[in-house]
């Protein structure tokens, strides 16, 4: 019978370290390279989508690497 009698004693895990509080949204930059034409397309057609709105994309850009002209767009996500 004794082996059905409960035990008193109890545990108390270790006082855990604090953690490190995890961010809740990261940015993410979105880069259109092409022509001016080109680029303003996809711009209106975000924007159609409900992707962002047409001023929240940097102005016109030279790209280093192809030399096209480009437009970035930083979104935040939520993680």
Not at 2 to 12: A, G
Not at 26 to 37: H, K, N, Q, Y
Not at 47 to 52: M, N, S, V
Request: aromatic share 8%; proline share 14%.
């Amino acid at each position: 019978m004794q082996e059905f009698i409960p035990s008193t004693e109890t545990y108390t895990p270790p006082p855990a370290s604090t953690p490190t509080p995890q961010p809740t949204r990261e940015p993410v930059l979105i880069t259109i390279i092409g022509s001016t034409f080109a680029i303003g397309l996809i711009i209106k057609i975000l924007h159609r989508l409900g992707f962002a709105e047409v001023g929240a994309w940097s102005k016109p850009q030279i790209d280093p690497t192809s030399g096209k002209p480009m437009r970035v767009l930083k979104k935040w996500i939520r993680l």
